[in-house]
């Protein structure tokens, strides 16, 4: 398969671009590396991204931002970093992407635990992962041709040292799991399912 990640350069998808490359071809897309550059926040370089590199088999969401900050300091704008990074990101991915690719080709989006279990500072975060969850339940109702999932991990052991802080008392994942979990989406025929990933 010919298979596209984006953030295939970060803590996680690195990794699945590890594992994924043992038997497919993969394309990583990156803000300032990778195969190809794009910006995640703009659908304009998003397009320009699949212009580039044409038809896959695949496509792998890895990347999005949100604001972490307490609710009284967050502003619209902050809230605006998530809504158009992580959630129009991985909208406009599916929206704009479907079009790139193969016929029963699959598309996975990566939400995390804040979607289900939010800690402090991540009111923004964790509405942008719910919505996905609620998107993709929705979408996956009217593409019959493609498979799209999620995958929701809890704080996965590579972040720790830099997150255990904000999530006092959650056991970290060990980075096998959450990477059989995208293997799991890729290779497999699942489809509408939101793959969460607990330790």
Known sequence: MRVLIIGGNGTIGKKVTERLSQKHEVIVAGRNSGDVQVDFADAGSIKNMFEQIGSVDAIVAIAGEAKWDKFENLSEDDFYIGIKSKLMGQVNTLRIGKD??????????????????????????????????SFVK???????????????????????????????????????????AYVKSVEGKINGRIIRIMA
Not at 114 to 133: E, Q, R, Y
Not at 138 to 146: C, G, H, K, Q, R
């Open 138 to 180: 929705a979408v996956v109702l009217e593409l019959d041709s493609i498979r799209i999932n999620v995958v929701c991990s809890d704080l996965v052991e590579d972040s720790y040292e830099k997150y255990k802080d904000y999530f006092p008392g959650n056991t970290p994942v060990p980075m096998h799991k959450i990477v059989d």
């Open 100 to 133: 790139y690719l193969s016929n029963g080709g699959s598309i996975t989006l990566s939400t995390g635990i804040l979607a289900d279990d939010p800690v402090d500072m991540t009111t923004s975060a964790a509405m942008v992962n719910g919505a996905i969850h």
